[in-house]
């Protein structure tokens, strides 16, 4: 029984690794975060001190962005672990149910790990940015290319285990043939 299962989930290698490594770099982030908290608050003030003209010298707005790349920071972080684990259960879940196609399972466990592993990324590069560009909404709108493609292959790809899931619960169902070990065990 193991063995069949290992099987449907061979397919779903790429994105089942992808969630993984989102997870653990959700994790990394917290343990980072808990050792190096100050150092990584200092290191955005520092940046957005040598960049100072880009502010005015207004200390007021440097601040408010360098707050702002920090809370972008733990948004990594939670989008990591939210993402990771979402993805990583959708996969299973997709692994359970039964398909016609692997390719169609192939590509959406891709697609969840790709994007949960995409969206995490952009919000910490968002937060590198900002300091230096002098604003988080820059920073934001010069990571689109990333933010969008990733949050949209996510939520197809969690559509696309919604759908597989409703289509394989009205599918004609498989009865199990007389003699079969199913059958024993529900007699």
Known sequence: MIHNYFCHMKPLWVG????LLTLFYGFGLGAAFGIAEDGIKGSLKALAQRNEAVYNSDKTEMSKVTDKAWSYFKRAHLHANGM???SLVMIIFLSLIKQRSTVTGMITATGLGAGAMGYSVFWMLAGMKAPGLGSSSLAKESLA????PSGGIF????????VLFVWGMHRQPVLPKEGDEYSKRTL
């Open 16 to 19: 089942t690794v992808l969630s």
């Open 155 to 162: 939520i197809s790809g969690t559509i696309a285990v919604l």
């Open 84 to 86: 990771g684990a979402s």
């Open 145 to 148: 290319w990333l933010a969008i």
